[in-house]
């Protein structure tokens, strides 16, 4: 939810009438929720009543001053957004202000253009200060590794590796095709690390402007460029002492790895236009569903840049190399949209699903649930609200058990030699070329490549 769409409740405290009522008007005017207290006292007894966006506090007030009362509030750990009003002459304390926690400061007499943007600026950290709150409130619930659901052999591997690497404070590359659930993955490795109580802050380094993105990770400040008009915190000191997480880290353009190899290498940066060296205690987590090795080899990423991210590595396997795990999810889904347990499947559905190749893997199988739930009947999976393409696209050509032994089987192995006897005849098939043989088996080369390694077949095939 954006600064827009979301009616923020902000409290204006000031001693003089005209100031408040201005300030109220103008903000009324935007959208925003206004309440007023005539100083500090009045302000502190409403905000243990109620709760706040924001408070716009002017410094110098009788009975207890706007530093007062900021320090009053982080006394009781109350981490509300802050931001001091304060005359031209008296700066020296607004700086004081900012020491003590406040986000920013305004002179009097200042300008509508220039309160709407800093108060947008604040709103919007005060709303990523909010998503992490709600985001530690999870811990040991939606985020925590016993709720990466799956009970297959991949998954298992998978978990005890996140359980070793999260306590670590090394950054880490997530690698694995889209929709196979890396940044669940990511905050699952914050939360259960010691930087849980800090901010998880994600960038998706593919959805924004290649000219906007060194503002958005460094901050700038004021006057660094046209429209510049105010300090801007960036990304990496949103996430001080937390865990910065770069989705799609091989769009990032090649300037931009410059930029970031030095940060990791110095632990510190300069916002754009600014001649401060700011320390930096973050731990990066980065993702890609591309091959950074062959981009490496085409020079559109940095071999230096690589190793520095790529600590500890973690692939996550596509849903097609864990179809185990489709019951689990597809339950864990429908609990998730309609708060019940139990979720029938029809037996040929499961095996249509079963058989389905997953190319939008773990997100393209969340659809498909909350499609069924909505069209499908009430509490039962059933083949008439499967799209087409699922239908159309399910293979099962490599044989039947047949008749079930009576004393049963291992079914995870008969599943591998059967996987193992296909991809080898796939490779005969496409005289040992592994693209070919991707292609007759309708996956990627991504895709057998992990097959190949999990089972142990060689590269000199």
């Given at each position: 939810?954006?600064v827009?769409?979301k009616?923020?409740?902000?409290l204006?405290?000031?001693?003089?009438n005209?100031?408040?009522?201005?300030l109220?008007i103008?903000?009324?005017r935007?959208?925003?929720q206004?309440e007023?207290?005539?100083?500090?006292?009045?302000?502190f007894?409403?905000i243990?009543?109620?709760?706040?966006d924001?408070?716009?506090?002017?410094?110098?007030?009788p009975?207890?001053?706007?530093i007062?009362?900021?320090?009053?509030?982080?006394?009781q750990?109350?981490d509300?957004?802050?931001?001091m009003?304060?005359?031209f002459?008296?700066?020296?304390?607004?700086?004081?202000?900012m020491?003590?926690?406040a986000?920013d400061?305004?002179t009097?007499?200042?300008?509508?253009?220039?309160?709407?943007?800093?108060?947008?600026?604040?709103?919007?950290?005060?709303?990523?200060?909010?998503e992490?709150?709600?985001?530690?409130?999870?811990l040991?619930q939606?985020?925590?590794f016993?709720?990466?659901?799956?009970?297959?052999?991949?998954?298992?591997?998978?978990?005890?590796?996140?359980?070793r690497?999260?306590?670590?404070?090394?950054n880490?590359?997530?690698?694995?095709?889209s929709?196979?659930?890396?940044?669940?993955?990511?905050?699952?490795?914050?939360?259960?690390?010691?930087?849980?109580?800090?901010?998880f802050?994600p960038?998706?380094?593919?959805?924004i402007?290649?000219?906007?993105?060194?503002?958005?990770?460094?901050?700038?400040?004021?006057?660094?460029?046209?429209?510049?008009?105010?300090?801007?915190e960036?990304?990496?000191?949103?996430?001080?002492?937390?865990?910065l997480?770069?989705?799609?880290?091989g769009?990032?353009?090649?300037?931009?790895?410059?930029k970031?190899?030095?940060?990791?290498?110095?632990?510190?940066?300069?916002?754009?236009?600014?001649?401060?060296?700011?320390?930096?205690?973050?731990r990066?987590?980065?993702?890609?569903?591309?091959?950074?090795?062959?981009?490496?080899k085409?020079?559109?990423?940095?071999?230096?840049?690589?190793?520095?991210?790529?600590?500890v590595?973690?692939?996550?396997?596509?849903?097609?190399?864990?179809?185990?795990?489709?019951?689990l999810?597809?339950?864990?889904?429908?609990?998730?949209?309609?708060?019940?347990?139990?979720y029938?499947?029809?037996k040929?559905t499961?095996?249509?699903?079963?058989?389905?190749?997953w190319?939008?893997?773990?997100r393209?199988l969340?659809n498909l649930?909350?499609?069924?739930?909505?069209?499908g009947?009430?509490?039962?999976?059933?083949?008439?609200?499967?799209?087409?393409?699922?239908k159309?696209r399910?293979?099962?050509?490599?044989?039947?058990?047949?008749?079930?032994?009576?004393?049963?089987?291992?079914l995870?192995?008969?599943?591998?030699?059967l996987?193992?006897?296909?991809?080898?005849?796939?490779?005969e098939?496409?005289?040992g070329?592994?693209?070919?043989?991707?292609?007759?088996?309708?996956?990627n080369?991504?895709?057998?490549?992990?097959?190949?390694?999990?089972l142990?077949?060689?590269?000199?095939?």
């Open positions: 939810m954006s827009q769409n009616q923020y409740k902000i204006v405290v000031d001693d003089e005209s100031i408040r009522e201005m109220a103008l903000l009324q935007e959208g925003y206004i007023q207290a005539a100083d500090g006292v009045a302000a007894a409403m243990q009543e109620n709760s706040y924001l408070i716009i506090s002017d410094i110098q007030m009975k207890m001053t706007g007062e009362l900021l320090r009053q509030l982080r006394d750990n109350n509300v957004t802050v931001m009003i304060t005359a002459s008296s700066t020296e304390e607004a700086v004081a202000a020491k003590l926690g986000y400061y305004i009097k007499p200042f300008k509508n253009d220039e309160i709407r943007l800093v108060i947008k600026n604040a709103l919007e950290r005060e709303h990523l200060q909010q992490n709150r709600q985001l530690k409130q999870q040991g939606r985020f925590s016993q709720s990466l659901i799956g009970t297959s052999p991949a998954m298992s591997k998978l978990i005890a590796l996140l359980e690497v999260a306590p670590s404070q090394v880490v590359l997530i690698t694995g095709e929709g196979t659930g890396k940044e669940l993955v990511a905050k699952a490795l914050h939360l259960n690390s010691d930087r849980k109580k800090h901010p802050v960038i998706n380094c593919g959805a402007p290649e000219n906007l993105l060194e503002s958005e990770l460094f901050g700038h400040e004021k006057g660094a460029f046209t429209g510049a008009d105010r300090r801007k960036g990304l990496f000191e949103s996430a001080d002492n937390g865990t997480f770069l989705d799609e880290i769009e990032l353009p090649m300037g931009m790895q410059v970031l190899l030095r940060v990791l290498q110095e632990r510190e940066f300069r916002r754009v236009g600014g001649t401060d060296n700011i320390p930096l205690n973050i990066l987590v980065a993702a890609t569903n591309q091959d950074l090795s062959d981009m490496i085409e020079g559109t990423f940095r071999e230096d840049l690589f190793y520095r991210l790529n600590v590595s973690i692939e996550l396997p596509p849903l097609r190399a864990r179809t185990a795990d489709i019951p999810l597809i339950n864990n889904f429908y609990k998730r949209l309609t708060g019940k347990d139990e029938t499947i029809e040929q499961l095996e249509i699903l079963l058989n389905y190749d190319p939008g893997n773990v393209e969340e649930v909350e499609r069924c739930v909505v069209l009947e009430k509490d039962k999976l059933t083949l008439e609200c499967l799209p087409e393409q699922i159309k399910s293979h099962n050509h490599c044989g039947e058990i047949g008749n079930l032994p009576d004393e049963g089987f291992d995870d192995k008969w599943l591998e030699d996987e193992r006897t296909v991809l080898l005849q796939a490779l098939k496409s005289g070329v592994r693209k070919k043989a991707a292609e007759l088996l309708g996956i080369f991504r895709s057998i490549r992990y097959r190949l390694g999990k142990g077949i060689g590269d000199d095939l």
